[in-house]
């Protein structure tokens, strides 16, 4: 599963906080998360053109 969203993040988005933990819960278990850090690509190449 991929977000643009940190799990923390997560509560923010979804206006239930027992739904947005109950989805952590049981994604974020036994996920394993790799943060990508870098520029973004959709807005560098829009500068480029």
Not at 14 to 25: G, H, K, M, P, W
Not at 30 to 40: K, R, S, V, Y
């Amino acid at each position: 599963m991929t977000s643009q969203f940190d799990p923390p993040d997560w509560y923010k988005s979804l206006q239930d906080a027992v739904i947005a933990e109950s989805i952590l819960n049981r994604i974020v278990a036994g996920a394993e998360i790799i943060a990508l850090d870098g520029p973004n690509m959709r807005r560098h190449l829009a500068d480029t053109r």
